[in-house]
């Protein structure tokens, strides 16, 4: 009953449409033609009525405007309006549409324009992107659901995200990981000293770490951390406490290994940083001196020397 009920307000609003749009004469045959369909439902007469429409209509569009359309919606009708801009005809002329999505308070319809929608990646200005992208971490709405994040990052954004990063820190205010990934292309401030390294510590307070924080968890964390390498140095008898979680997984019970220190001091030096100092540079160690050709070997010629290795055996 709600889908006839459904049809009928659409089938209204289409006839309302072509009231306002053609002539009088053939909204008159028009409605003697609907009305011969609904007494006889042969599909003869279905088929002469619609043979006949472009000979008794205007052959013009019917010019309906979708700004009104977006500025009469509800909420779940503004999301679907949204959601489809990348199927409407014509979608570059969307593109102020788009941007008032972006602007706007309600976190839904913002969601609908930024994700799961290719639209903002292919015709929003940088200044547009831009402001999508900060507003998304302003609301806290996550980002590996935004279309082109990667291609479309660019040095404004970067110091946008980098000034309201700083902004959250002196607040004492939490940091999402992903603003980070987003920086560090044209930051040269992301890059750490030859003798520290970046955590990915995004909390401020120890208390509220996740649980995977002080467990060896490679998938879940955002980061790499070398603090993996070291057993709480808090914990009074770690091999117990060990023992006592490995006993909980034979019983099949819920646990975690919560043994791994939150002190990032515990390491020394700096994780993929690139030295300067040939004595601290990887180190090659090979039989075959005749697949070398120079005493320093670049990042990238590793592989191809490895498979020389592999097929000169």
Same mark, same amino acid.
Request: charged share 20%; with cysteine; net charge neutral.
């Given at each position: 009953?709600?889908?006839?009920?459904?049809? !009928?307000?659409?089938?209204?609003?289409?006839?309302?449409?072509?009231?306002?749009? /053609?002539?009088? +004469?053939?909204?008159?045959?028009?409605?003697?033609?609907?009305?011969?369909?609904?007494?006889?439902?042969?599909?003869?007469?279905? &088929? /002469?009525?619609?043979?006949?429409?472009?000979?008794?209509?205007?052959?013009?569009?019917?010019?309906?405007?979708?700004?009104?359309?977006?500025?009469?919606?509800?909420?779940?009708?503004?999301?679907?309006?949204?959601?489809?801009?990348?199927?409407?005809?014509?979608?570059?002329?969307?593109?102020?549409?788009?941007? +008032?999505?972006?602007?706007?308070?309600?976190?839904?319809?913002?969601?609908?324009?930024?994700?799961?929608?290719?639209?903002?990646?292919? $015709?929003?200005?940088?200044?547009?992107?831009? !402001?999508?992208?900060?507003?998304?971490? &302003?609301?806290?709405?996550?980002?590996?659901?935004? $279309?082109?994040?990667?291609?479309? %990052?660019?040095?404004?954004?970067?110091?946008?995200?980098?000034?309201?990063?700083?902004?959250?820190?002196?607040?004492?205010?939490?940091?999402?990981?992903?603003?980070?990934?987003?920086?560090?292309?044209? %930051?040269?401030?992301? /890059?750490?000293?030859?003798?520290?390294?970046?955590?990915? $510590? $995004?909390?401020?307070?120890?208390?509220?770490?996740?649980?995977?924080?002080?467990?060896?968890?490679?998938?879940?964390?955002?980061?790499?951390?070398?603090?993996?390498?070291?057993?709480?140095?808090?914990?009074?008898?770690?091999?117990?406490?060990?023992?006592?979680?490995?006993?909980?997984?034979?019983?099949?019970?819920?646990?975690?290994?919560?043994?791994?220190?939150?002190?990032? %001091?515990?390491?020394?030096?700096?994780?993929?940083?690139?030295?300067?100092?040939? +004595?601290?540079?990887?180190?090659?160690?090979?039989?075959?001196?005749?697949?070398? %050709?120079?005493?320093?070997?670049?990042?990238?010629?590793?592989? !191809?020397? /490895?498979?020389?290795?592999?097929?000169?055996?």
């Amino acid at each position: 009953m709600l889908a006839k009920n459904k049809t !009928q307000e659409i089938a209204v609003l289409l006839s309302d449409w072509l009231a306002k749009r /053609i002539a009088p +004469e053939s909204f008159a045959w028009l409605n003697q033609q609907i009305a011969k369909i609904r007494q006889n439902s042969a599909p003869r007469t279905l &088929f /002469i009525a619609f043979s006949s429409i472009s000979r008794q209509l205007e052959k013009q569009d019917l010019n309906l405007s979708p700004d009104k359309i977006f500025a009469t919606a509800d909420l779940q009708e503004a999301i679907a309006l949204y959601q489809s801009l990348p199927l409407l005809p014509y979608p570059e002329k969307f593109k102020l549409r788009a941007a +008032e999505g972006v602007r706007t308070n309600m976190t839904a319809v913002f969601q609908a324009v930024a994700l799961h929608n290719p639209y903002p990646a292919q $015709y929003l200005d940088d200044l547009a992107w831009n !402001q999508m992208i900060l507003k998304a971490f &302003f609301v806290g709405t996550p980002l590996d659901s935004v $279309y082109g994040l990667k291609s479309r %990052n660019n040095p404004q954004l970067a110091q946008m995200l980098l000034d309201y990063a700083r902004e959250r820190l002196a607040a004492q205010r939490s940091v999402s990981p992903q603003l980070w990934d987003l920086v560090a292309p044209f %930051n040269s401030q992301a /890059i750490a000293d030859s003798d520290s390294w970046f955590t990915y $510590y $995004y909390w401020l307070d120890d208390s509220h770490a996740p649980d995977f924080a002080r467990t060896v968890d490679i998938h879940r964390k955002p980061g790499f951390d070398p603090v993996e390498l070291f057993v709480d140095p808090q914990l009074q008898l770690p091999k117990l406490k060990i023992a006592a979680t490995l006993l909980k997984k034979k019983l099949g019970c819920r646990y975690l290994m919560e043994v791994i220190p939150l002190d990032a %001091n515990l390491v020394k030096g700096s994780h993929g940083h690139i030295t300067t100092s040939l +004595e601290r540079s990887p180190l090659l160690i090979t039989q075959a001196k005749n697949l070398l %050709n120079s005493e320093k070997i670049a990042a990238t010629d590793v592989f !191809q020397l /490895i498979l020389a290795h592999l097929l000169s055996t």
